[in-house]
Each structure stands twice: as structure tokens, then as C-alpha cells.
């Protein structure tokens, strides 16, 4: 009896273990010893809200989160200014267990400007800029209530035609989740950005907050609201600050689909932001 019961326990752990469980061991694969199918996380997206994941790629698979569409436009005395944004892409790939590299490319941007006091236009388009991010988990990735992440970033001026401001810039995001009662979700970061003046060469800090509620709806709906805040040390810069709202829906394990509408709270933001997106895991 005693025996049988041994071996019945080994074969629940190692099922267990097969199937994700919190005890499995990762920390030995890499980008070129991926982890097995078995033992993939939850698929964990930068997507659709403004607020980062602080859940890193698993080690050697890879990742692509898209807007498909992206609009947006603001209204000011000044002028009237509409973007569209077509496929910015962010492409990843988990390197570590608790570590992913991503490229942030601005496929194709339009740009429209009518200055209201000579009623003129100017259209711009083109190629964007391209960011660089490192994301490291600190805990949290495979179990437990909360994770924590710290993602540096750069961005290189590779814009066309006028669509960036020509300057290396770059900065540092903070992540958080953590489970709340209810199967509620929590999500929130701090971010700190070294970016260039509008008006010169000097540089200035804009530093980004974000917190983030989500919930499943039905099935394999959800949805998400949350408030963005982005206060600039630059001389006569304002707040920025937005509500945003969306949903997700996952047609599968490893694809996500998702919808938003990203709304100005403050003069300084812009007016509104719809966008359609898809997220796909390999």
C-alpha cells in the first residue's frame, strides 16, 4: 500500500509539473532552449491599454502585439491635427525566463494639420521612429498575487518627412499587476522619459502614471478602463491626462483581438484615440 501511494504521488507531480504547475523550474530555458508548449504562461500583453504588462515572453518564443488601425485626433484654437497610424507593430522575443527584448516599429504614419488661423493644411507621411525595450521580470511571472517588472527603453529617429522630432530619447517603465477579489485585475506603472524640448536641444523628464482595472465579461470577452497621467518638467508644458476604455477577446490560446477608445481629459491630451488590434504568440 505504502508503495503504491509513492507512486501514485510521483505521477500527480509530474503532471502537475507537466501542465505549469508553480513548481515547475524554468529558469534553465533560454532563447535557443525554449520552453515547451506545456509550461507556457498565460499569454500577457503590453495591449491594449497605455498601462505595460509586468509579465515577460516566455524564453524562446516570440510575440507580435499590433494596432491594426490606430485614429486619433485633437482640436485646439490653434489648429486641427489627425493622425492615423497603420500597423505599428511591437515584436518580441523572451530571452530568459523573466527577461524579453521588443522593437517598437511606426510602420506607416499620416498625418493631417490645418492651421485654423490661415485655414492651410499640410500632410505628412511615412516611416516612424523606432524604440528599443528590455523587460525583466522581478517576481510574479509563473504565480503568486503581484508581479513587478522594470522595462528600459530607447528610441532611435528613424522618422520620415518630419513625422519625429530627430532626437535619441529613451527612459524606464515600472509594471505592476496584482490579483484583487472577484477575479478582478489591477494593473498600474511609474515611468520616468528623457526627451528633447520642443523649442531646442536641451532635454527634460515627463514622468507617466497609469492604473488599470480589468474583468472578463462573458466567455472569453474583457474589458478594461483606466486613467493615464503625464506631468512634464519642460517649461509651459501641461498635463496630460486621458480615460480610456476597451476590450479583449481571445480567439484562441496564442491570439488576442481588441478595440479601445482612448478620451482627452485635459486640454493638453488628445481628443480622442479609437483603435483595432490583434496580439499573436508562436
Not at 490606430?70 to 518580441?92: G, H, I, Q
Not at 508644458?237 to 479583449?248: E, H, M, R, S
Request: charged share 20%.
Amino acid at each position: 500500500m505504502h508503495l503504491s501511494r509513492v507512486v501514485v504521488l510521483a505521477w500527480v507531480l509530474q503532471i502537475s509539473h507537466a501542465f505549469g504547475g508553480e513548481s515547475a523550474d524554468k529558469s534553465g530555458y533560454n532563447l535557443f532552449h525554449r520552453t515547451p508548449d506545456t509550461l507556457l504562461r498565460e499569454m500577457a500583453t503590453d495591449r491594449p491599454d497605455k498601462t505595460e504588462s509586468a509579465y515577460s515572453v516566455d524564453a524562446g518564443h516570440y510575440q507580435i502585439e499590433m494596432d491594426l488601425l490606430s485614429y486619433t485626433y485633437d482640436r485646439s484654437d490653434a489648429e486641427t491635427v489627425k493622425a492615423l497610424a497603420v500597423a505599428p507593430v511591437n515584436m518580441k522575443v523572451g530571452v530568459l525566463n523573466n527577461v524579453d527584448l521588443q522593437l517598437i516599429a511606426e510602420s506607416y504614419n499620416i498625418q493631417w494639420t490645418k492651421d485654423r488661423s490661415t485655414n492651410s493644411s499640410t500632410r505628412l507621411s511615412g516611416f516612424g521612429d523606432l524604440l528599443l525595450r528590455c523587460k525583466t521580470n522581478l517576481w510574479g511571472n509563473d504565480g503568486g498575487p503581484t508581479a513587478l517588472a522594470v522595462m528600459p527603453f530607447v528610441k532611435f529617429p528613424t522618422n520620415q518627412h518630419g513625422l519625429g522630432n530627430g532626437a535619441v530619447e529613451g527612459g524606464i517603465i515600472f509594471p505592476f499587476a496584482m490579483d484583487l477579489p472577484a477575479d478582478w485585475g489591477f494593473g498600474a506603472q511609474a515611468e520616468v522619459d528623457h526627451l528633447q524640448d520642443a523649442d531646442s536641444s536641451d532635454y527634460h523628464q515627463e514622468f507617466i502614471n497609469t492604473v488599470t482595472v480589468s474583468h472578463d465579461i462573458a466567455g472569453k470577452l474583457g474589458g478594461y478602463v483606466e486613467l493615464f497621467s503625464n506631468v512634464s518638467t519642460e517649461s509651459g508644458a501641461k498635463w496630460i491626462a486621458t480615460f480610456d476604455f476597451g476590450f479583449t477577446y481571445a480567439l484562441s490560446r496564442d491570439i488576442q483581438l481588441d478595440a479601445g477608445m482612448n478620451i482627452g481629459l485635459t486640454d493638453a491630451a488628445d481628443d480622442f484615440n479609437p483603435f483595432i488590434g490583434l496580439s499573436m504568440r508562436y
